[in-house]
């Protein structure tokens, strides 16, 4: 999980319009499906403060937890991976069914398409003691072992129990690690391979994602292809989907849902639009108020600001989130800033440092005058 996480921090982005997104490897039927693109020319990956927030990020990570392992610097000395590499990308695609005693069946296949050292992989595995499995006519590796070794560098592997979920982690070649059950790893390699057909985004989610302007990322889920949900069927919802990229000089997030009727899609659509026209009172600051919580709710003010009518054509309710870059990147500085005080509070709480109390943005010691 740790190696996929890293994975899509450095996806962040994409200069590849939708239709071009990347999806080989995963199954044309997959119920769920999240894909990434190179994030090569775009403002939210090049701009300056958007790299300061990045660095701050790292030192906030390595503040948070000392003795965390530092896995920017892991990926790119154990297995070579470049982290700052712009065409990076990522494509998950899953199915669930219904499997023995009503525990679900899962199938699909992540695939992270970024520069690897085949050797170094090879090398850490062996190190670490990571159990080697074979699946689809390719050696991989335990994941669930790998993953556990990136966590915890001190560690040595222990062996799967006999119920143990299988999860391998192969690096199929320089650019290119599938991570899936042995049981769906040749299905992966052989759609990998042009064999066999993968995803494709339709007709209408390539409209939907070219409406972002540059896009650079896109998430679908078929409810239709899931185990019945009596809940979720309730509410009519059929499918939604999710687009994100970059017009001018704004992020774009655009996201949409289909219901079994059009009845629904419009009364879905009237609450939503009636929770967003209350949110300004529910967002109303109190002077009182701790000047964290003030932060808070000035910054949901803004993203509330920032989010258009909602659309309903019909079966489908939409709605579009639009921020210039720029401020985009100020509101997770100041998120961060607000993180960075909690931590100190409790940092100062563990070390039986007096509690501090909001005085118009100056700490004060609570009781002091």
């Known amino acids: 999980m740790r190696l996929i996480l890293a994975s899509l921090l450095t996806t962040v982005g994409a200069a590849l319009p939708a239709q071009q997104f990347d999806t080989r490897g995963i199954p044309a039927d997959a119920a769920i499906v999240l894909v990434t693109a190179p994030t090569t020319g775009l403002q939210i990956n090049s701009s300056p403060t958007m790299k300061a ?42 199915n669930i069914a219904n499997g023995a005693n009503g ?20 090398a850490f595995g062996k190190k670490r003691g990571i159990a080697t499995l074979t699946a689809g006519g390719k050696t991989g590796w335990n994941a669930l072992q790998f993953f556990g070794a990136l966590s915890d560098p001190g560690a040595q592997a222990q062996p799967d129990g006999p119920d143990s979920f299988q999860l391998g982690l192969f690096i199929v070649d320089a650019s290119t690690i599938v991570i899936a059950q042995p049981k769906d790893a040749a299905a992966c390699f052989a759609s990998l391979a042009g064999k066999t057909p993968a995803y494709a985004l339709n007709a209408a989610q390539k409209t939907f994602a070219a409406d972002t302007g540059k896009a650079y990322g896109f998430f679908a889920v078929n409810l239709a292809r899931l185990p019945s949900n009596p809940e979720l069927e309730q509410t009519g919802l059929a499918s939604a989907m999710m687009a994100f990229g970059e017009k001018g000089p704004s992020q774009v997030y655009k996201i949409a849902a289909n219901f079994t009727s059009a009845e629904k899609a419009k009364t879905t659509g009237q609450q ?13 600051i109190d002077p009182a108020e701790p000047a964290e919580q003030q932060a808070i709710k000035k910054l949901g003010t803004e993203l509330v600001s920032a989010i258009q009518p909602v659309k309903v054509e019909g079966n489908q309710a939409a709605m579009t989130i639009s921020l210039e ?22 940092g100062g709480a563990a070390s039986g440092a007096p509690a501090v109390k909001a005085t118009g943005g100056k700490k004060k010691p609570v009781g002091a005058k």
Do not use: W
């Open 325 to 346: 870059t720029e401020k985009l990147i100020g509101m997770v500085a100041q998120m961060m800033d607000l993180a960075e005080k909690q931590m100190d509070a409790q």
């Open 103 to 122: 525990t679900p069946d899962f199938s699909g296949a992540a695939v992270i398409r970024m520069k690897v050292d085949p050797k170094k992989v090879e």
């Open 53 to 94: 927030l990045r660095e701050r990020l790292e030192k906030i990570a390595a503040k948070a937890d000392k003795n965390s392992p530092k896995f920017d610097k892991i990926l790119r000395e154990e297995f070579g991976v470049d982290t700052n590499d712009t065409n990076s990308s990522f494509a998950l695609g899953l």
């Open 272 to 284: 939503i639009q009636g929770f967003l026209a209350a949110a300004p009172l529910l967002l109303a």
